[in-house]
Nanobody, 116 residues
Framework: QVQLVESGGGLVQPGGSLRLSCAAS????????MSWYRQPPGRERELVAS????????NYADSVKGRFTISRDNAKNTVYLQMNSLKPEDTAMYYC?????????WGQGTQVTVTS
């Protein structure tokens, strides 16, 4: 059974850091592009960052450039999102997505709350 399991979310103060992980199983992880999305309360899901199959290409939403870093470890079937200088507006449910052609998988999400 295909699974994407996010972890690492939590409650953090403004200016703090978190590292999200998304562990994949039951599919060929290294063949899939990976992305992180987030959905703030009452808003639509939005793309945060994406990374190519070999990690050579990354893209970020303007709102997180310079603060977030996406990376992957194909040997561990895991994609990461290092989040620094967190702001209250980063509060959201964060999801990882795997995509290859017309096939995509989503995780269940991990909550990130940034508040003082």
């Amino acid at each position: 059974q295909v699974q994407l399991v996010e972890s690492g979310g939590g409650l953090v103060q403004p200016g703090g850091s978190l590292r999200l992980s998304c562990a994949a199983s039951a599919f060929l992880f290294s063949y899939y592009g990976m992305s992180w999305y987030r959905q703030p309360p009452g808003r639509e899901r939005e793309l945060v960052a994406s990374i190519s199959v070999n990690g050579g290409n990354t893209n970020y939403a303007d709102s997180v450039k310079g603060r977030f870093t996406i990376s992957r470890d194909n040997a561990k079937n895991t994609v990461y999102l290092q989040m620094n200088s967190l702001k209250p507006e980063d509060t959201a449910m964060y999801y990882c997505k795997a995509i290859k052609g017309g096939t995509m998988y989503w995780g269940q999400g991990t909550q990130v709350t940034v508040t003082s």
